[in-house]
């Protein structure tokens, strides 16, 4: 093939991604009815009945470290563990909430993705969004065990059964998996019901987010009457000081959404959330191999002219006769 | 007759030997991960680390480290430079071997192995994943591959009448040979931009990551095939064809600089020169890196460098090890998950890609030796 026909045709091809690339897919839209959490990191007593709660309902083995035998002892998420409690101490870490010298809780569970990475990279479909509630659901029975959802994950959230030679990937599926079916029952999630402070409160994203932003423009010290249980229809409420939240609603925008949402006193970073930008890397990863794929158009083009220009080639050994 | 020849000689020779014992450690630990106790039971794969040395070194760099067959059918037959083709068969197998054990990484690899059918029910396809490009389009290529060698195979057995339809189809098999790569060894770089913030400032390129990952097989491809005639040559005491691989050199040199100057100019567009001298690790790995790229460009600029062996494999190495490393870095090394998680391989782990490597080095050993691969010498 000569340079210039050469030339000619990957020009060709670049005005048709050129085309393409108009398209950009944009980040999927929040599902306003779909269940989600609110955790409030300020309302943690660290109590983890939610962790226990947890492993009842999904049926779990407690995670014992050393000779800690009293209590699950799960440090953070694991194939036994979907939902867990951490710390954040700084310094001496006597004050409740504060950054300095302070320390708090934060809840790891997954957070339910408006447009989660693990869907977008799957495969085999073995991770999808449920159209009704908005859960992450998981189907290991077409999962071939690749694990890019675990590195598509932001939160690293999905966990591989390393250890069982026929393991599966294990996820929170707000306790709505076949067999569980708590939200299809009209129940609430096993953590948010355990939890008896409200830290973990239940609801549809948005009645959550409303509560969320009702407490962000709350006074520092003022009294506020926290509801526990789902937001809907509170099974009690308590009163307390309001703290000094930070003005973030994390998951409100994060990647997307998330129909997990956190509030805290303390910066997300500190708390070991990751760097997200509004734009999830899924609508980016998405845009790129739609525009290369679309319709299979642009591999077919370069097949035909591929085949062409070998073809001719070949006969071209033929005649010249080097090969 | 044809114009290549097997090269005869004894097949079970010290270093073939040695080459066995090692595929038989990797055999043993093979055992413990599909047996006995799970990938735990051999590997440091975590819960942040989801992929290690099996995913990186295994399928991102050794079907790289395969597209000889891939750089040459672009060489040799869209721009029409038929002088190369006697690299062509001994490249072909090189990449049919790396691929097919790319394939079988992916698959002891593979979480639920059992099931890895799964990927080719169209039922389940997920089109927005790059990883179903990868799967499927991988497949398709070892199928292809294994049609383009096939003539090596057919020649041997005398089944003269199926290499006469197989060349009748031969174009659109080595159209596919070309544009099955440009597909999925992008793709590979795509599945970096799911893995948004994990994948280090000085990597994520975002868009550009196919573009990069594509260049960089490219640049790798050329160096194989460099890297491979040269050891034949020095191995099996054959005349070296040093103005041929130095042609494929000059080839690489627009491929090398699009790749240095266009991650330049990302990296400023980002707003992220900065971090290279930064100091600190990433940079660190990022200054080598680039110096692996940097070393064979001045190499191969120098009309006489460019022409003598030694050199000319000296730029092929250094270019393998940068395009090694460009991935590593991206994939593993700098990758961050976020605070509590670290990676390095096992011990055991190390040894079933080690053992993957020496049947790789056997079979080709073996192939050439029973079949027409090399090309026959012209005053031999």
Known sequence: ?323 | MSAYQPLGGRIFTKPFIVLFIIFLIGCFFMYQRFVVGGMGAVSNLNDGYAWGIWVVYDIMIGTAFACGGYALAFTVYVFNKGKYHPLVRPAVLASLLGYALGGFSAFFDMGRFWQFYEIFLPGNWNFNSAMLEVGLCVTAYIIILALEFAPALLERLGMHGLLKALNKVLFLIIALGVLLPTMHQSSLGSLLIAMGHKVHPLWQSMHLQPLFALLSALIMGFSIVVFEASSAAVGFGRKPETPLLAGLGKAVIGLLAAFLVIRLIVLMVQGRLGLIFAGDFASMMFILETALFVVPLYILLSPTRSRRGSQLLIAAVSMLLGGAMYRFDAYLITYNPGPGYSYFPSAPEIMITLGIIALEIMIYLVAVKLLPVLHREEHA
């Open chain 1, 1 to 323: 093939m000569k340079r210039r026909d050469f030339l000619k045709l990957t020009a060709g091809g670049t005005a048709a991604l050129a085309c393409g690339v108009a398209e950009a897919r944009p980040n999927l839209e929040a599902n306003d009815n779909a269940i989600g959490m609110l955790y409030d990191s300020t309302l943690c007593v660290g109590c983890k009945a939610c962790v226990a709660k947890c492993k009842e309902v999904n049926n779990m083995p407690p995670e014992i470290d050393g000779d800690k035998l009293a209590w699950d002892s799960a440090r953070d998420l694991s194939d036994k563990t979907h939902n867990v409690i951490k710390v954040y101490k700084n310094g001496t870490a006597t004050v409740k909430d504060a950054e300095i010298d302070g320390y708090c809780f934060e809840k790891r569970s997954c957070m339910h993705c408006v447009d989660p990475g693990c869907v977008s990279v799957c495969p085999c479909t073995a991770m999808r969004i449920d159209a009704k509630t908005g859960i992450v659901t998981h189907h290991p029975e077409v999962c071939i065990g690749c694990r890019n959802c675990m590195v598509g994950c932001p939160y690293n959230v999905p966990q591989f059964e390393y250890d069982n030679v026929f393991g599966q990937i294990q996820k929170c599926e707000m306790c709505n998996q076949p067999g569980v079916e708590r939200i299809d029952k009209g129940m609430m999630t096993g953590c948010a019901e355990a939890c008896p402070t409200g830290a973990t409160l239940f609801g549809t994203r948005e009645t959550l987010l409303d509560e969320a932003k009702r407490r962000m423009a709350l006074k520092p010290g003022e009294i506020y009457n926290y509801p526990v249980g789902d937001v809907r229809k509170p099974d009690k409420h308590h009163e307390k000081k309001v703290p000094e939240y930070k003005q973030h609603i994390w998951g409100e925008k994060e990647a997307g959404g998330t129909n997990v949402m956190h509030i805290s006193s303390i910066p997300f970073d500190k708390l070991g959330m990751p760097p997200l930008e509004e734009r999830s890397a899924a609508s980016v990863a998405e845009t790129v191999q739609h525009t290369v794929y679309n319709f299979m158009a642009l591999p077919a083009i370069a097949l035909a002219g591929l085949a062409f220009v070998v073809n001719r080639n070949i006969d071209d050994d033929d005649d010249g006769g080097d090969a």
